[in-house]
């Protein structure tokens, strides 16, 4: 089956610090990639959407110049935190879909829990 | 606006008991329903969807889902819970633009 993963799957960093956290598609091309927030005992809140070679779509709230994300490639995308501060620290979740999915046929990866110190 | 209700924070059945997530929704057109459950270090996992049709759903692992629009409900259901259906459950409803909206989640406890 379609395998998405993450890396890294904890990173703990200081504050004003910026970390990125890679999203790849293992054995599909993913022509769309989402990135999620979800903070304990919550749901999961979509931020971004991207796809592959233009600029991401950010929902209304999330600050991009904060979330920088980056769909380079069928197969990769990026996002990093820059200028973490701790209340950035959560659980950052991605997923993908390929363009001969149904529709809303999303792929997750197993998340990354970002520390910030 | 779309939302999705999981009324339930924390449920708790023994090994072998029935069980029923409750999940409503609120969405304009007819909507496309998913239950999803994450585990632990593993990525959220598609249990089953609802798009349209028989409104009784079979999903993976023995989970079943029933699509009620008078009363805007999809709710998850499975006769006999296993110990390693201990997870958390989110229901979420499609939106426009391939997006997902989650509920917040069920998590669900099994007693021995």
């Known amino acids: 089956g379609a395998v998405v993963s993450q890396h890294p799957s904890w990173v703990i960093c200081k504050s004003g610090t910026s970390v990125k956290i890679e999203c790849r598609s293992l054995?599909?091309?993913?022509?769309?990639m989402f990135w999620y927030r979800q903070f304990p005992k919550q749901s999961l809140m979509l931020m971004a959407t991207?796809?592959?070679?233009?600029?991401?779509?950010?929902e209304q709230g999330v600050e991009k110049d904060k979330f920088l994300i980056n769909h380079a490639s069928l197969t990769l995308s990026t996002l990093t935190v820059t200028s973490a501060h701790p209340e950035d620290s959560s659980f950052y979740i991605c997923?993908?879909?390929?363009?001969?999915?149904?529709?809303?046929?999303?792929?997750f990866g197993p998340g990354t829990r970002l520390t910030v110190t | 606006a779309q939302s999705v209700t999981q009324p339930d924070i924390h449920i708790t059945v023994s090994e072998g008991a029935s069980l029923e997530l409750r999940c409503n929704y609120s969405?304009?057109?007819?909507?496309?329903l998913f239950w999803y459950v994450q585990s632990p270090g593993q990525g959220l996992q598609l249990l089953l969807k609802y798009f349209s049709g028989d409104t009784l759903v079979q999903g993976i692992k023995g989970f079943e889902a029933e699509f009620k629009r008078s009363q805007s409900s999809f709710n998850l259901r499975k006769p006999s819970v296993h110990w390693s259906d201990a997870a958390e459950y989110f229901c979420?409803?499609?939106?426009?633009?391939?997006?997902?909206?989650f509920g917040k989640g069920t998590r669900l406890h099994i007693l021995p």
């Open positions: 969405y304009g057109a007819t909507p496309y």
């Open positions: 991207s796809n592959e070679g233009s600029k991401a779509t950010y």
């Open positions: 997923s993908a879909r390929d363009w001969v999915g149904g529709p809303y046929e999303q792929y």
């Open positions: 979420a409803v499609g939106f426009r633009d391939d997006k997902i909206i």
């Open positions: 054995d599909f091309q993913a022509t769309t």
